[in-house]
T-cell receptor
Framework: GENVEQHPSTLSVQEGDSAVIKCTYS??????FPWYKQELGKGSQLIID?????GEKKDQRIAVTLNKTAKHFSLHITETQPEDSAVYFC????????????????FGKGTLLTVNP | DAMVIQNPRYQVTQFGKPVTLSCSQT?????MYWYQQKSSQAPKLLFH???????NEADTPDNFQSRRPNTSFCFLDIRSPGLGDAAMYLC????????????????FGDGTRLSIL
């Protein structure tokens, strides 16, 4: 099955700096890669996702890049703010072209991001 | 407005006493998932429903069961909770489209934190 590795496990930055979180995946058939933000005591909120037919996607201060050859993808947050502090999870899955249960998300172990004022 | 609602937010039960967690959704999504998340770990998929079809993960203990009486509701039943079952339980939904539309984002509830006495 799919295996997703996420690094670093903790990341501390100063407000205004950039933060980068990296994930690698093992199954070359995976083609959907979402990123979730989980604030303390809450469920996960999708912040950005990317499909394998593009190499980069940007939404304001958040961007995700995908390198299919190397099987890794990264989350980039620019101009970080204290409210960006949370645990971030990457995930990978297959698109359900043939039905069945091959659309399950496999999550990384998470990165605790702390943005210091 | 909350779209995936989990009740209760906090649940305390006694060792061995059956407990039910509930999830409802207003998104009319055809897939509903239950995850277990322990402290500092990634969410772990227990099972999911694709419409009425139940899909159990191979490593989900028999102690965990689920019911989906209709599109909007899904329940997680823990028949005999042990101390190791103390965790956050997350419900998620997605709209599954077979074919070129591919995988659709999963929407998470805020979770139910289960404590075992």
């Amino acid at each position: 099955g799919e295996n997703v590795e996420q690094h670093p496990s903790t990341l501390s930055v100063q407000e205004g700096d950039s933060a980068v979180i990296k994930c690698t995946y093992s199954d070359s058939a995976s083609n959907y890669f979402p990123w979730y933000k989980q604030e303390l005591g809450k469920g996960s909120q999708l912040i950005i996702d990317i499909r394998s037919n593009v190499g980069e996607k940007k939404d304001q201060r958040i961007a995700v890049t995908l390198n299919k050859t190397a099987k890794h993808f990264s989350l980039h947050i620019t101009e970080t703010q204290p409210e960006d502090s949370a645990v971030y999870f990457c995930a990978a899955s297959l698109a359900p072209y043939s039905g069945g249960s091959n659309y399950k998300l496999t999550f990384g172990k998470g990165t605790l991001l702390t943005v210091n004022p | 407005d909350a779209m995936v609602i989990q009740n209760p937010r906090y649940q305390v039960t006694q060792f061995g006493k059956p407990v039910t967690l509930s999830c409802s959704q207003t998104l009319n999504h055809n897939v509903m998932y239950w995850y277990q998340q322990k402290s500092s770990q990634a969410p772990k998929l227990l099972f999911h429903y694709y419409d009425k079809d139940f899909n159990n993960e191979a490593d989900t203990p028999d102690n965990f069961q689920s019911r989906r009486p209709n599109t909007s509701f899904c329940f997680l039943d823990i028949r005999s909770p042990g101390l190791g079952d103390a965790a956050m339980y997350l419900c998620a939904t997605s709209k599954l489209k077979i074919g070129r539309a591919g995988n659709q984002p999963q929407h998470f509830g805020d979770g139910t934190r289960l404590s075992i006495l």
